[in-house]
Structure formats: structure tokens, C-alpha cells
């Protein structure tokens, strides 16, 4: 997830930026003392998430949220609770932290952002005509166009610029990024488990504590990510 | 009168001495400035400058862990807006004692 920090003081810049390295997937694109630089960033940027100070001075962060045409996801972040009637009359922001802001209160902030995020993907796939849904998927090793079939993938692993896409058959490493290929993979088959790997749930073995046996490989589970995980698992 | 403190910031930093470090450097910069700005704004009177500056200051408040001293300033904050001075003596204690314990650590 791509976000951007908007907040005057470099203070709070720098906690936000601390919190985000504690979550996986969360990648910091900027940081802005004011907000109309943010305006000129993300009229050629996009991003999925803002952390917004609206006590800013000049223009708040309640105008520059008027002046949004295609607002992400936004969670405010202040000391003034008295704004947070107004902000929530808006759709797109999800969550309002109180400065200072603490882990755990942030890591519930994200965690409704990944909700959010899951809800509104299920509302498209169900307007999707589901039985489009690619099965396979070519990848290209050496000028040779190899067609993996997406069950068949228990494991994707990130590897630097490459990526390691270990199938029942066979391991294949590309020249790709987790995020490309996560595209391409289906929902309800897949999931991203840390910011390094994308497990087929069908695979998994068991379960322990903040990891994932998958074949014989065990594989981390990123806190903000564990909610998720067992949410999608069929438990009795 | 409450002493500020670093748990927040420990509690933040989660035993990693760079971000400690960047953080209190950063209370250390910026505060003697904020509090100057601050000083300056009452000097000429202007109540938007000063309700900014108190905004500004309340974070470092709460970031030293000072609960009381931070109501306080949300006090005073509020007054400002009514252009009273209520509660500016309280505030100023407050910055007195931030500067005092900000050369010690």
C-alpha cells in the first residue's frame, strides 16, 4: 500500500514514519510540510493512503480534503478531536488517531484500511463476471514463454527485483515484482502474507503462531497481515 | 508539578537507539524554537499566531508525557480563541520546565 504523510511538523512526520516501518506493505512515497505541496505531488502520483494533519496553517487539511477529486483512503491524524464529526461526514476516511499516536492504536487504523480495502475488492469481483477468471498465466525464462497453471503455485517469493515462483512441478524465477504478479493472481486463492511472500491458501499445512507451514517451506506472517490469514481460513 | 519524561519516545522507539536519538534531537531543535515564536506572538498580541504556536508546542507536551500540563495547553488553546489569556501562566510553566529538562537529556 502506497501512502503519503502530510503534516507541518517534522516531529510528527518522523513518529508516522516510524509507525509505518512497523507494517509490512505499507510503503511511504512522501512526506509534506504542507498541504499544497501533497496537491502538486499527487496530481502525478497515486497513492492508496494519506495521513493527514488538518491543523495545519494556511491551508488545513479540511480544505485540502474539499479539494480532493479522486480522495484515497484517509486517516487523519491530530490533536484536535474536535474536527472528527466533520472529517467522518467523508466516506474515504477511515480512521482519526490522536496525537501522540501509539502502535497498537495505529496498527487498528491500518487494519481498518485493510478491511476496507478487501470489502470494496469482493464488491468488484462480484460485479465481475466470475467465470472469466484466468487459470493460468504465461511467464517469460529466457525468450520461452512458460504457462504456469495458478493452482499448481503453492509459493511466490520476493528476491530482490526478481521473484521465485515455486510450483508443484517446479521452481521458476522472474523478472518481476510481488506486486505484478499479485495482480494477476485470484483472491480467493491467494493471499500476501508478508511483504516477501504470496501463499496459495489451499497449500497450507498448518499454522503456528506468526508463521506458515506451506509444503515444506515455513514462511512468516507479518502482524498486520494475521487477521486477514485467518479470516480466509475455513476453521471448524 | 509533573516532570516530563521519555516513555513515549521508548515506548516509540522500541529499544532502537537511531530513532530515539532522531527523536529527541528533533524535541531538542525545535522546541527552543517553537517556544521563542511563541513568546515572540504574545509580545505583539496577535491571538491566531499564538493559538498556532500553543498547537504546535501541545504535541511536544504530550510527546514528553506531561497529561496535565497538556490539558492545560488544550485550555489555553481554547481561550485563545476567545482572545483570553486565561491559563497563560499555567502554558508558560509548562515551557520552563520542558526547556530545564530538555538540556539534560
Known sequence: MDCII???????????????????????????????????????????????????????????????????????????????IEAFEYDFILDYLVKPIKLPRFIKAIEKVNKQEISSKSKASQVKNTPDVENDFYINIDRRLIKIDLPSIYLIEAKGDYIKIKTENQDYTVHSTLKKIEEKLPESLFLKIHRSYIINLKKIVDIEDNSVLIKKDVIPVSRSKRPELMKRLDLL | MEQPNLDYVNQLARGDESIKNELISIIKKEFPEEKKCYFESVEKKDFKIIEENVHRIKHKISILGLEKSYKIANEFEHNLRELSFLKKEEFEKSLMAISSYIETI
Do not use: W
Open chain 1, 6 to 84: 502530510i503534516d507541518d511538523e517534522k516531529m510528527a512526520r518522523v513518529i508516522i514514519k516510524t509507525l509505518c516501518n512497523e507494517i509490512d506493505d505499507l510503503h511511504i512515497s512522501g512526506e509534506f510540510s504542507n498541504a499544497m505541496q501533497a496537491m502538486k505531488f499527487l496530481n502525478e502520483n497515486t497513492v492508496d493512503l494519506i495521513f493527514l494533519d488538518i491543523h495545519m496553517p494556511n491551508f488545513s487539511g479540511l480544505d485540502f480534503i474539499k479539494s480532493l477529486k479522486n480522495p484515497p483512503k484517509i486517516i487523519l491524524t491530530t490533536s484536535d478531536t474536535k474536527f472528527a
